[in-house]
C-alpha cells in the first residue's frame, strides 16, 4: 500500500511481505468457504474480502479513497492467485497448518505497521494510529466471519487483536523514543506479535470472559 | 445517479430504468422483510439498504461522498413508494414472480453498468471498474440478508454475480473496442445478462463448490 | 462532535451529554458482550462499535473524514471508561436498568439531533438530514447485534427509530419556523424523544408487522 508514497530501498520488502500476507488472508477465506460449502464466486468473494477488509475499512475511516487495493491492482491479483494455488494444493493447505500459522501471523504483524504508518501519515493521535493498525489486521477476518454467518472468532478466542495492539505499541514506542532504524523497529515488531501469538496458543493464554 | 453529470438525451431513459430498479430491489428488501416478520421500520430500513447498498459501497470505495442518494432526493422517494405498493399489490405480487424476476435483473444489468461507468469515470483500472459493477449489483441483497441474519444468498445459488461481471467485460470490451453508439452497446450487455441469468436457472447451471 | 465548529456557550452542554451519551452506549454493548460470554478485548469491540457506530456511518455515508471520534480523543476516553465502569458496578447496573433507559434514550436523543445537524451543515436535503440524525442514534446498535449474530433488535421491538424520525421532525420544524432560541429547539426536542419512547413501552405501541 505505501508503494503511492516515495519509498526507501527496504520498503520494497514490507511490499512483498505486505503482498504475501495478502495472499495468506486471502487463503483463510478461502479454506472457510470451503467449510461453508460456497460456490467459487462466493468463495472468491469471501478470499477477497478477508484479504483486504482491514485495510479498506481503515481507508474508508480514515478518508483515504479510492482505498488502496484499488490503486495497486497487484492486490487483487495476489487475491485471485489464492484460488487456483489453493485448488492444487488443497491436500498440502490442510496439512502444512503450522506454516500457514507462521504465515498468517507475519501478515496480521504487517498489517498492524502498515495500517499504523497509515494513520500517523494522516497526523491521528497514535493511540488511535494504533487502533488503525489493529483494523487492518483484524477486521478482515471480521467481516469473514459475519459473511459466513458466525461470532466473529476473534471475540472468542486467543489474544489476537491485543498481539496487535501491543505490537503496535512496541513499534510507535521504538519510532517515536529510540533512533534505531526503522528497519530494526520493524523487525523487532514482527517479532514480538509473532512471540505473542505463539506464546498465547502454546500456554493457551486468554483474555478474562465479560460475566 | 448520473444525473449529476451532464448527460446525453437518451440516458434519461437509463435514469428512469435506474429509479425502476431502484423501486424493485426495495421489493426485494421488503418481501424478505415480511418473510422474518419484521415491523414496518424494520421492513422500510431492510427495503433502504437493499435498494441503496450497492451503489453506497461503490461510492464509499470510490471516495465519492455525499453517496448518489443523497444528493438526488428521487431515489429515496422510489423507495419509499415501493411500502404502500407492496402492501396494496401483496397478493398480485407473489402471484407476479416472474415480472418481478424480469424486472430485478434487469435493475441488476442497469446498476452493474452505471456503477462500472462511475468506476471508469474515477480513473480505475477497468477490470476494478468491472468489480465497481458487480459490487453496485450485488452489496446490496448481500447487506440484506446480513440484517436478516441469512449467509448471503449470492454466495450459496445462482449464476447471479457471474452474469453482471461478464456483462461489465462486455460492455468494457464494446466500449472500448468497437465504435458502437453507447446505446447499443447499453442494449447489448443489458440482453447478455439476462440472457445468462435466465438460462442459468432453465437449465440449472451452477458454479462448483469449493471443498 | 460539534466541538470541531466554532460553538455558543450552551453548545458545551451538548458537548458533554455527548459524552454521556457514548459512555451510556458503550455500557449497552458492554451487557451485550458480556452476555454472550465475549473476553474483555470482544466486549471492548462491541462497546466501541455500539458508541460510535451511528456517528461513523453518518461520517462515512456525508464524506466527513475522518469520522468524528478519531478528531477527538475524549470519544475513544470515554468508552474505554465504560469498561471498569461496568466491572466494578455491574450489580447496580442490572438493577439500575430504568436508569439506564432514561440515559439510553437521552443519548438517542442527543445524537439524533447531533447527526442532524452534520447533515443540515453538508447541505443535505431536510427528510435526508432527518435521516442522518436517526442513523447516528440506531446503527451503532444494529452493527452490536450483527456483531453478536442476532437480527437486530430495532428490527423486531418497540418505537425506538420512529420516536428518533419524529423527534428530528420536531427539531427541524422548530429551527426552520420558530423563532426559538435553540436551546429550546433542542429541550423539547429531546422530551418529545423521550415521551414516545416510554409511552410506548408504557402502552406496548409496537409498529404493525409486515405480512
Known sequence: MERLFCLP??????????????????????????????????????????????????????????????????????????????LVFKKYIVNLKRTFFIFDTIGIALFTISGMQKGLMFDLHPSLAMVMGMVSATVGGVIRDILCNEI???????????????????????????????NYSYLITVSVIISIRILSIKFHWSLPKMK
Open 9 to 86: 530501498a527496504w520498503m520494497s520488502l514490507i511490499y512483498t511481505l505486505d503482498l504475501i500476507g495478502t495472499f495468506v488472508f486471502a487463503i483463510s477465506g478461502l479454506r472457510l468457504a470451503a467449510k461453508k460449502e460456497m460456490d467459487l464466486f462466493g468463495a472468491t468473494v469471501v478470499a477477497f474480502v478477508t484479504a483486504v477488509g482491514g485495510g479498506t475499512t481503515r481507508d474508508i475511516l480514515i478518508g483515504s479513497t479510492p482505498v488502496s487495493w484499488m490503486q495497486d491492482i497487484a492486490y487483487p491479483i495476489a487475491i485471485l492467485a489464492a484460488l487456483p494455488f489453493t
Open 152 to 182: 466473529p472468532l476473534i471475540f472468542r478466542k486467543e489474544i489476537y487483536a491485543t498481539a496487535c495492539l501491543l505490537g503496535a505499541l512496541v513499534y510507535y514506542l521504538l519510532d517515536a523514543y529510540s533512533s534505531l532504524n526503522s
